[in-house]
C-alpha cells in the first residue's frame, strides 16, 4: 500500500512538472538524418509562437540537443533565430514552401544518404491573427551527395534566412558535444 501511494505521488509530480513546462511551444526543429534515421535533433522552443510579439521576460526561449536543455546561449542567439524564422514561416514573407522533385544521385560514395531538415512553426494567418499553425518542413541540405534536396521556400531572402537558422542551430549542436 506504501508503495502504491510512493508511485501514484511520483506520477503526479512527473505529470505537474510536464504541465509546467508545456508553456514553451516548439517553433524551430532541426534534424539530422542518416537514410530515414533521425541521429540528432535541435529544437528551439518559445512561450508564444507569433514571430512579430517579442518580449523580454526571462525564460522566453530554449534551446534543447537530443533532449537535453543548453543552458549556455546567448539572448542575441534567441532573438536572431526568433528574427529570422519569421522570413520563413508564413506564406506571407516565405511565399510558400517548394517540394523539389528528387534529383539523380550521381558518386561513388558508399554508405547513407546524409542530410539536415530544417522545420518551422508555420502559420496561417487571416485579419492579422493567427488561425492555424503546424510543424512544417521549410528547408533542406545535403551532407553528402547521396542525400537529395526536397524542400526550400519560394522566395531567395527567406531561403537566405532559413539557412541562417540552420547554420546557427549547427554550430550551436557542434558546441554542444
Known amino acids: 500500500m506504501f508503495s502504491r501511494t510512493i508511485c501514484l505521488s511520483l506520477l503526479l509530480l512527473s505529470a505537474l512538472a510536464n504541465a509546467v513546462d508545456d508553456h514553451h511551444k516548439l517553433l524551430l526543429s532541426m534534424k539530422y538524418y542518416l537514410d530515414d534515421e533521425v541521429v540528432k535533433e535541435v529544437n528551439f522552443y518559445g512561450?508564444?509562437?507569433?514571430?512579430?510579439?517579442?518580449?523580454?521576460?526571462?525564460?522566453?526561449?530554449?534551446?534543447?540537443?537530443?533532449?537535453?536543455?543548453?543552458?549556455?546561449?546567448?539572448?542575441?542567439?534567441?532573438?536572431?533565430?526568433?528574427?529570422?524564422?519569421?522570413?520563413?514561416?508564413?506564406?506571407?514573407?516565405?511565399?510558400?514552401?517548394?517540394?523539389?522533385?528528387?534529383?539523380?544521385?550521381?558518386?561513388?560514395?558508399?554508405?547513407?544518404?546524409?542530410?539536415?531538415?530544417?522545420?518551422?512553426?508555420?502559420?496561417?494567418?487571416?485579419?492579422?491573427?493567427?488561425?492555424?499553425?503546424e510543424m512544417r518542413p521549410v528547408y533542406d541540405r545535403p551532407l553528402n551527395c547521396l542525400y537529395q534536396p526536397r524542400y526550400q521556400p519560394v522566395n531567395d531572402h527567406a531561403r537566405e534566412a532559413a539557412r541562417g537558422v540552420l547554420e546557427t542551430l549547427r554550430t550551436i549542436a557542434e558546441l554542444s558535444n
Open 47 to 133: 512561450t508564444g509562437i507569433d514571430p512579430n510579439v517579442m518580449s523580454n521576460e526571462e525564460g522566453q526561449f530554449k534551446l534543447t540537443v537530443d533532449g537535453v536543455e543548453i543552458d549556455a546561449v546567448n539572448d542575441s542567439t534567441y532573438w536572431r533565430l526568433n528574427k529570422l524564422r519569421r522570413s520563413f514561416s508564413y506564406d506571407t514573407f516565405s511565399q510558400g514552401i517548394q517540394q523539389l522533385e528528387p534529383g539523380w544521385a550521381m558518386c561513388k560514395l558508399g554508405g547513407p544518404a546524409s542530410g539536415i531538415i530544417l522545420e518551422t512553426r508555420y502559420l496561417t494567418y487571416q485579419d492579422h491573427n493567427i488561425i492555424h499553425d
